[in-house]
C-alpha cells in the first residue's frame, strides 16, 4: 500500500517496451509491449507488484499506456489477457483498441 502524499511516476521507455509505475524505488506495475508496423501497439504483458494488488494500479498503467497510444496514433491489440479483459470493456466506446480477426 502506498503512504499518503506519494508521487507515482509514470516511465515509459519505447526502445525497451516498456511502461513501469513507480513509486520512490518501488515498481508498482509494468507493461510490456511492441510496436509493429509503426501502427499497433501490442501489449504481450501486464505485471502488479503483489502488495500493489487490487487497488486499481493494473488499470492505471493500461490507462496511461492507452493515452500514449492515442498521442502516438497508434491502434492497441492486447495479447496480455489482464490488459484484454480492460480494454475489451471499452470495444465499443474505444477506436484504439484492434480486435483479433477471427479464421
Given at each position: 500500500?502506498?503512504?499518503?502524499?506519494?508521487?507515482?511516476?509514470?516511465?515509459?521507455?519505447?526502445?525497451?517496451?516498456?511502461?513501469?509505475?513507480?513509486?520512490?524505488?518501488?515498481?508498482?506495475?509494468?507493461?510490456?509491449?511492441?510496436?509493429?508496423?509503426?501502427?499497433?501497439?501490442?501489449?504481450?504483458h501486464?505485471?502488479?507488484?503483489?502488495?500493489?494488488?487490487?487497488?486499481?494500479y493494473?488499470?492505471?498503467?493500461?490507462?496511461?499506456?492507452?493515452?500514449?497510444?492515442?498521442?502516438?496514433?497508434?491502434?492497441?491489440?492486447?495479447?496480455?489477457?489482464?490488459?484484454?479483459?480492460?480494454?475489451?470493456?471499452?470495444?465499443?466506446?474505444?477506436?484504439?483498441?484492434?480486435?483479433?480477426?477471427?479464421t
Amino acid at each position: 500500500m502506498l503512504k499518503k502524499n506519494t508521487t507515482i511516476k509514470l516511465i515509459n521507455n519505447p526502445k525497451r517496451g516498456i511502461t513501469q509505475l513507480i513509486d520512490d524505488e518501488i515498481q508498482i506495475a509494468e507493461v510490456n509491449y511492441r510496436i509493429l508496423d509503426d501502427k499497433l501497439l501490442c501489449i504481450d504483458h501486464t505485471f502488479v507488484n503483489p502488495d500493489f494488488r487490487n487497488e486499481g494500479y493494473g488499470n492505471l498503467i493500461i490507462s496511461k499506456l492507452e493515452n500514449i497510444a492515442q498521442k502516438e496514433g497508434l491502434k492497441i491489440f492486447p495479447i496480455c489477457p489482464f490488459a484484454k479483459d480492460i480494454l475489451s470493456q471499452k470495444i465499443g466506446k474505444n477506436q484504439l483498441i484492434k480486435k483479433a480477426e477471427s479464421t
